[in-house]
């Protein structure tokens, strides 16, 4: 069994940050899972979750969407289970329910970022 737990989500306003987490527990140790941050925005069905960012198991690799490049920092710890996304300079499209992916296909229930303009 394999949980995954999102935290940090909210209400802000245009131009300010916020840091999501997410930390896995299961058979794997933490450093065994490719880890990913995705959202989904209201009409949107779970196969159009936009991938924002990802990170390799070390850490040394990651991938932005271009929207966010510049913007958002995709980093893991793999002492503490726990992968993170720090936004920054939020605009309102940022806002959306997003989710965490442990790879290959374990989603958490989602954290929502709302972004007042």
């Known amino acids: 069994q394999v949980q995954v737990e999102e935290s940090g989500g909210g209400l802000v306003q245009a131009g300010d940050s916020v840091m999501l987490s997410c930390v896995v527990s299961?058979?794997?140790?933490?450093?065994?899972?490719?880890m990913g941050w995705f959202r989904q925005v209201p009409g949107k069905e779970r196969e159009e979750r936009e991938c924002?960012?990802?990170?390799?198991?070390?850490?040394?690799?990651?991938y932005y969407t271009d929207s966010v490049k510049g913007r958002f920092t995709i980093s893991r710890d793999n002492a503490k289970n726990t992968v993170y996304l720090q936004m920054n300079s939020l605009k309102a499209e940022d806002t959306a329910v997003y989710y965490c992916?442990?790879?290959?296909?374990?989603w958490g229930q989602g954290t929502q970022v709302t972004v007042s303009s």
């Open positions: 924002v960012a990802t990170i390799n198991y070390s850490g040394d690799t990651t």
């Open positions: 992916r442990a790879s290959p296909d374990y």
């Open positions: 299961g058979r794997r140790t933490f450093d065994k899972y490719a």
